[in-house]
């Protein structure tokens, strides 16, 4: 089956290196400005990289895009002028949900199957060994190229393109503000002396399902912010003591301060839940939402 991966890339590179091994797939790349790791690869493998997506696209079967998000509609523009009906895109990229609703929009149109799988880890630790999430019409032909390459899939029931994105990029609040946090604290901690002692003292973390320390917290949130709101005002002042920024901890105290503003507005959850405590939340979103977020929100 002949299979072309756009994007050459850290993601477009590991998924080339392994999809070369499958011989039931003719393997390419396509990338304008290829990085010179994708270079090397191309030269000592004997797969071609082309600059460009031109006619010789017509002949495959099986379309990879390793891309950034931003230039997906670009892209589909272009597999679109010359992919024949029959062929297959499967949208790796991390593209906004509507962009890549649109793009399938626009390749079903043209009778090409788009399947949307957003990787849900490092790459650059776990290669395809990644897990991915599997969104759109169940596609036998792309499963089996996954489950060949040894990656792990979860595919969401009843899903269209853009929501297996929606899953990631909600996850990426959650890490990505993790990642943030840990290079706000790790450096003053090893300061202050106390790296290793840190370490020890998160343990608790590992006790239980990290999914039940997140509910935990929503739970417990809004009746304890004013005593978390003080506690992590002094985190903020221990990392400026010593010359270390504390601008987004500030910002999860304002976040406290926001909530137990809140609660003596409102009185808080109607009870000590996590189903509640999410309602109220949700009460407090569409409260200061505008009318197009919320509307966008509803569609």
């Known amino acids: 089956m002949k299979t072309t991966i ?59 895009l390793c891309v950034p998000g931003f230039v997906l509609p670009g892209v589909i523009s272009s597999l679109l002028q010359h992919l024949k009906p029959g062929a297959t895109i499967v949208d790796m990229t991390t593209a906004a949900a509507q962009a890549k609703r649109e793009s399938s929009a626009r390749a079903e149109a043209a009778g090409i199957g788009y399947v949307d799988i957003a990787i849900t880890g490092a790459v650059a630790l776990t290669g395809v060994k990644t897990p991915l999430l599997y969104a759109g019409k169940r596609n036998t032909a792309v499963e089996s190229v996954l489950a060949n390459a040894g990656a792990p899939v979860r595919v969401l029931p009843d899903s269209v393109p853009g929501d297996a994105v929606t899953v990631k990029l909600l996850r990426s609040v959650i890490m990505k503000g993790l990642e943030a946090l840990a290079i706000e ?3 003053a901690a090893r300061a202050y002396g106390v790296l290793d002692q840190l370490d020890a003292v998160l343990a608790d973390v590992d006790q239980a399902p990290f999914t039940n320390l997140l509910k935990s917290m929503v739970t417990t949130h809004p009746a304890h912010a004013v005593r978390r709101h003080a506690e992590v005002l002094e985190a903020a002042a221990q990392l400026q003591s010593v ?49 197009t977020t919320a509307q966008e929100v509803s569609a």
């Open 6 to 64: 756009i994007g050459s890339g850290q993601v477009g590179l590991c998924w080339a290196e392994r999809l070369v091994a499958d011989p039931v797939l003719e393997i390419s790349l396509s990338d304008p400005q290829p990085p010179a790791a994708a270079v090397s690869w191309s030269e000592e493998s004997g797969v071609a990289i082309r600059p460009d997506i031109s006619g010789w696209a017509a002949d495959q079967e099986l379309v990879l």
């Open 185 to 187: 604290a790790l450096p």
């Open 243 to 291: 010359g270390y920024p504390a601008g987004l901890t500030e910002q999860v105290a304002a976040q406290y301060a926001a909530t137990a503003e809140n609660v003596s507005l409102t009185g808080g959850p109607a009870e000590a839940t996590f189903a509640a405590s999410l309602d109220w939340l949700d009460s407090l979103a569409l409260r200061t939402s505008t009318p």
